[in-house]
């Protein structure tokens, strides 16, 4: 099944890589693509839209859920600084609010990372 693309002229699906669109007969330049914003044609190698500025390939955040993860101990950390700064870290009620926190984070962090 050979890859389909899409006519600049068009917009009917066309096989990737044909040099004629069988819909309007346009020869298809298979380095341009449509802006997504203003549909102008703009080359593919180009990282924005000359004439609008959008951006052609977006930028996609990697998912790492190693990174999110390492935010949530950060966040752990921060909390159990913060309450030891406090108060008594000893004290029952820091020690559970702790736990709370922790318990909380940790299924935000599962959350997180069952999405990715
Ligand atoms: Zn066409
Ligand atoms: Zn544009």
């Not at 102008?40 to 180009?46: D, E, L, N, P, T």
């Not at 000359?50 to 752990?76: D, H, R, T, Y």
């Amino acid at each position: 099944m050979a890859r389909m693309g899409k006519c600049l002229s068009c917009g009917g699906r066309v096989e990737m890589y044909a040099p004629v669109c069988p819909h309007c007969h346009k020869q298809l330049n298979w380095n341009m693509v449509n802006c997504p914003a203003c549909g102008r044609a703009v080359s593919k190698k180009a990282a924005a839209c000359p004439s609008c500025g959008n951006p052609i390939k977006p930028a996609k955040p990697p998912k790492n859920s190693l990174q999110s993860c390492g935010g949530c101990i950060g966040a752990v950390v921060g909390v159990v600084i913060l309450l030891g700064v406090l108060g008594d870290i000893r004290s029952p009620s820091t020690i559970a609010a702790v736990v709370i926190v922790v318990v909380i984070l940790g299924v935000v962090a599962y959350i997180k990372a069952k999405a990715t």
